[in-house]
């Protein structure tokens, strides 16, 4: 009899234990899979330039590949480094995104003081691709060419301005370039964005830009602006009249732009590979393709590793390039 109860009691106090355990699993939080609520990409630029229309572009068909909704959020200033500190200092879960700039690779080299470290704060996602700069003025202006370019920098030295999306980007230093292969004297303005920086140049208040194809490429199809030469050491198939500015006459000239696609550091490596296959589907739909055939856009689209090696050693090029030019963030 007395065994028997122990044996009864031993069944119940197991019985127990698993209910409470079965209880204890049905009111535990469920751990919803990534992603389950809206993903921003940060744009370091003022709207309307051609990183937030690549971003927009992108986000659409990301959108559509991770079933929720993506947005883009402008954070512009202090040459990208205000929207890169915000991914930076974001939590590393995937639902903040960083569209990153050639001015990621050589900010480490113009500004000593960075509130984060480039190579620490950030997890490569995707390189999107590359693409050539343009140097474009108004299309009233006297400048048919390259050549007639330097010609009136040389006869004023100082006085002719050159507009960038900001200090550190591809448009600032391939302006800087410029000035010293050709070894001429311009004047920078930099703006918070490509967009204000072309308002400012169809207005006549600045005379030339080094702008990304995104940005420019539709006021030079729609005749507002001239575009003198491509900043590529290869023409782009996007403008195949334009020369190269080394075939113009700045010999071993060469720059070029690129988009690539960043979270904040400790994002769960789940996570990036869930990102890198929307960026991919997003890159293959008709809507991002025509955008890239007409800006001259090479889709790479490959896995994580090679857009950190790539802008690696575009960091390596470019602080050679800052170094030995004196090149300033200023």
Known sequence: MQTSLKSSCRKFGASA?????LS???????????PDKMVRIIVPFAPGGGTDAIARTL???????LG???????KPGAGTIIGSDAVAKS???GYTLLIATFAHAVNPSLQPKLPYATDKAFTPIVLIGRSPNV???KADTPYKTVKDMVAA?????????FASQGNGTSAHLAGELFRNLAKVELTHVPYRGAGPAITDLLGGQVDMMFGTAAAVAPFVQGGKLRALGVTTAQRSPALPNVPTIAESGVAGYAAESWYGLYAPAGTPPDVIAKLNAAAKKAVEADIFRKRANEEGLIITAGAPAELDTYVRAEEARWTK???ENNITAN
Request: proline letters at 6%; glycine letters at 8%; aromatic letters at 4%.
């Open 17 to 21: 234990m698993l209910a409470a355990s």
């Open 24 to 34: 204890g699993l049905a009111t535990a939080p469920a751990f919803a899979a990534y």
């Open 59 to 65: 986000g659409t068909g990301m959108a559509q590949a």
């Open 68 to 74: 929720q909704t993506v947005i883009v959020e402008n």
């Open 91 to 93: 939590a590393p879960d």
């Open 135 to 137: 140097l474009v003025v």
């Open 153 to 161: 920098a040389k006869a004023a030295p100082g006085k002719l301005t």
């Open 321 to 323: 390039v800052v170094k």
